[in-house]
């Protein structure tokens, strides 16, 4: 574990390095909430202006919960994993109702809430209210891994209870300052994509990677199983100045986000898919294929575009000038520059 020695000289090592971060102005448990809940599979470059803007129209937990689940997916447009932005509202709904609008201040009250597991739980515990919690993110889990030389597979089980038990002690001096320490650490030194910056770690000297000169070995991941892939049509159905949109199921991937029409591609011809969706049409071509990759799928799409001879009542027409209403996530992004 990390000694007293090793935990002064990580900190005066982040006075003089730390980074000024938006949600670190004022780490009330909402502002550490919601930066923890954007930051998740996403850079922190990328979140800045998301989380202004998403403060801007919702400054408060409880003026989250007065608004609608449209209004926030709009606003996550483009930070990608959905789920999360659902998992936000339906949490802000039931703190308001359950809890009086204030995030719960216990471990197991946080975890029962959609959306927030045991990290989230314990950066906000160890953020906001400097609970001596240990949040261990990957920044953590590298930091540990490199460390100790850690044999454990990267986020297993047992990855998580050795990593929280070796921060424990240092997290206890100061739970505010030494996670946030440790978090830029494994941002600006402890890299995760090519050769760390040793040298100006405060760490460097009981680091057993460091020492062995095997720092990017660790840590250890297992290997991942290959994509799914599909071959997809994806329909734009375009009559005068309006385009066919539909809304995604509640459950499962892009949940009650809007799509163009897209289907698998398979026996049917595109006269065939058409007329069984009940569209009258005058001419139909195909513009390009994109390839869109989630983590666990590879959608390949062909983007087909069709002029319609009228508006069919069982589908959404959209006029263009009101695309920006629609939550459309990034897999249609390609689709939708070829509309005005």
Known sequence: MLNKEDT???????????????????????????SEIMLQQTRVEAVRSYYLRFLDRFPTLASLAEGKEDDVLRLWQGLGYYSRGRNLYKTATIVKEKY??????????LLSLP??????????????????????????????????????????????????????????YSPKEVTSALMDLGEL????????????CPLQKH???????????????????ERRKEERYLFLLRYQNKVVMQKRP????????????????????????????GFQYSSYRSLFTYRHIFSHLEWNLEVIEVELKEENKN??????????????????????????
């Open 100 to 109: 009086g609008g204030e995030l719960p201040k216990k471990e197991k009250e």
């Open 115 to 172: 959306g927030i597991g045991r990290y989230t739980a314990h950066a906000i515990l160890a953020l906001a209210d400097s609970f001596p919690f240990v949040a261990l993110d990957g920044n953590l889990v590298r930091i540990y891994s490199r460390n100790t030389a850690s044999e454990l597979w990267k986020n297993s089980p047992e990855m998580i209870k050795e990593g929280e038990a070796y921060f424990r002690k240092a997290v206890s």
């Open 250 to 277: 509640e459950k499962g991937l892009l949940a009650s986000l809007y799509e163009f029409p897209n289907v698998l591609k398979g026996k049917e011809t595109i006269e065939q898919i058409l007329k069984e969706k």
């Open 189 to 200: 030194v402890c890299l995760p994509n090519g050769k760390p910056n040793c040298l100006h």
């Open 207 to 225: 680091c057993l990677a460091h020492q062995q000169g095997k720092e990017e070995d660790y840590p250890l991941q297992p290997l991942k199983k």
């Open 8 to 34: 002064l000289a990580l900190l005066d090592w982040y006075h003089a390095r730390k980074r000024v971060l938006p949600w670190r102005e004022e780490a009330t448990p909402y502002h550490v909430y919601l």
């Open 315 to 340: 589908y959404l027409f959209v006029p263009y000038e009101e695309l920006s209403n629609y939550s459309l996530p990034s897999a249609f992004r390609k689709a939708r520059e070829v509309l005005p």
